[in-house]
């Protein structure tokens, strides 16, 4: 039987999932849900197919299953520490103190990137 028209519970809040945004804390509540959700077989199989052909999920828990940012599965996820991201940043100067050497720095965001989970399919949006 499918569970294709079931919703699966990381569609509704795909960050808690993300090991590179969420916290210790939801993540371990989206692997509590994760392996309780009706629709972890298809999970399953879909993660076991990306795996063979050299996909594996990355930074994220699937199927119930932490996964480091080089796919490989976390064995601990309460002694994971995630890799520093480093964000594109604007540089501006303040010009009143640069004959005293001192620069100021402003970092600006580029746009965010959120994930959106599709059973089958990851899109960035």
Same mark, same amino acid.
């Given at each position: 039987m499918s569970n294709r028209n079931q919703q699966p519970a990381c569609a509704d809040c795909p960050d808690a999932w993300?090991?590179?945004?969420?916290k210790l804390g939801g993540w371990i509540r989206a692997l509590g849900l994760c392996r309780t959700c009706p629709l972890l077989d298809e999970c399953t199989? !879909? $993660?076991a197919?990306?795996?063979a052909i050299g996909q594996p999920p990355r930074s994220m828990i699937w199927a119930g299953v932490a996964y480091d940012n080089s796919g490989n599965a976390i064995a601990d996820l309460?002694?994971?520490k995630p890799p520093r991201i480093i964000r594109p940043?604007?540089?501006?100067?303040?010009?009143?103190? !640069? $004959?005293?050497g001192v620069t100021k720095y402003t970092c600006k965001s580029e746009t965010t990137v959120k994930r959106v989970i599709v059973?089958?399919?990851?899109?960035?949006?």
């Open positions: 993300d090991l590179d945004v969420g199989e !879909l $993660r197919k990306l795996q309460r002694r994971y940043a604007v540089r501006t100067f303040d010009k009143s103190n !640069l $004959r005293g059973l089958g399919a990851i899109s960035n949006s």
